[in-house]
């Protein structure tokens, strides 16, 4: 499993990004898959999921409204179009991959990509 | 504040054995949720070592276990290791806040 993430850069208050995640050495199609941040230096906040086929989503309140989790199947990418960004939006985004295929309850973050760093500053 | 809360530091000789605390709630762990547990190393991603509260990973050392009981659980770390030095962190689901939840993480020191 390689998890590959592209698309952090600086970015300005109120500005868009979208965040990719290139998956390899697994069915991609078969596994929901997850967004995790972690402001450098502090701990881990979980921010999305997407289960593996049937489109369905989940985000934490912090981004709800603002970000949108999809995926293309086809070409084994995740991605995360984060809009309407803060200043507390800055972070490491990292793509991790779920154990399970559908959204469950008990899900858990079993391979992580390296990250990709999110500055939002004026 | 962390919904899940962990000691912000442990330390320990080479050798020794230290356990690393997370404690919940009635909406996370107190509800039958698993915890989970993931090392960070310095400067690189989180890596998963214990899932469904006591389950390693393919890879994961035995020297490393979990329990948990109630609103608590904790990781153990045997025979330390220098390279065992990073942070820790814990992890479930709260049904309350119907979202996954970490504690706030743990920096393991080797003396």
């Known amino acids: 499993v390689k998890l590959l993430e592209s698309g952090g850069a600086v970015v300005r208050p109120r500005g868009s990004l979208r965040l990719s995640c290139a998956a390899f050495g697994f069915s991609f199609r078969s596994y929901a898959m997850n967004w995790v941040r972690q402001v450098p230096g502090k701990g881990l906040e979980w921010v999305a999921s997407i289960s593996g086929s049937d489109g369905s989503t989940k985000y934490a309140d912090s981004v709800k409204g603002r970000f949108t989790i999809s995926r293309d199947n086809l070409k084994n990418i995740l991605y995360l179009e984060m809009n309407s960004l803060r200043g507390e939006d800055s972070a490491m985004y990292y793509c991790?991959?779920?154990?399970?295929?559908?959204?469950?309850?008990?899900?858990?973050?079993?391979?992580w990509g390296q990250g990709t760093l999110v500055t939002v500053s004026a | 504040q962390s919904v899940l809360t962990q000691p912000p530091s442990v330390s320990g000789a080479p050798g020794q054995r230290v356990t690393i605390s997370c404690t919940g709630g009635?909406?996370?762990?107190?509800?039958?949720?698993?915890v989970h547990w993931y090392q960070q190393l310095p400067g690189t991603a989180p890596k998963l070592l214990i899932y469904g509260n006591t389950n390693r990973p393919s890879g994961v050392p035995d020297r490393f276990s979990a329990s948990k009981s109630g609103t608590s659980a904790s990781l153990a770390i045997s025979g330390l290791q220098a390279d065992d030095e990073a942070n820790y962190y814990c992890q479930s689901y709260d049904s309350r806040l119907s979202a996954s939840i970490f504690g706030g993480g743990t920096k393991l020191t080797v003396l």
């Open positions: 009635s909406s996370n762990l107190g509800a039958d949720y698993d």
């Open positions: 991790a991959k779920d154990p399970h295929e559908w959204l469950v309850e008990n899900y858990y973050f079993e391979s």
